[in-house]
């Protein structure tokens, strides 16, 4: 999944994959790289036009979906 970076505290970078509602993200402060599936589409958008993004990850996103570490991102 290509992933994009991202201006938001804590993450590195983000992709979506909408046909499998896979969000995948990078996190800066240790690089791991994490997939959450089964996030509706429209969660992806309100994530990303959110001004409060660790917020709204926080409280909509991380132990809502089953999610899974694959691994570290690579400089």
């Given amino acids: 999944m290509e992933r994009f970076k991202i201006a938001m505290t804590g993450i590195a970078s983000a992709g979506y994959d909408p046909l499998c509602a896979v969000l995948e993200l990078e996190f800066l402060s240790d690089g791991q790289v994490w997939q959450f599936y089964d996030v509706p589409e429209g969660v992806w958008y309100e994530w990303r036009k959110t001004e409060t993004a660790v917020s ?18 690579m400089d």
């Fill in 56 to 73: 709204f990850f926080h409280t909509n996103i991380a132990g809502k979906y089953h999610s899974e570490l694959i691994g570290k991102a």
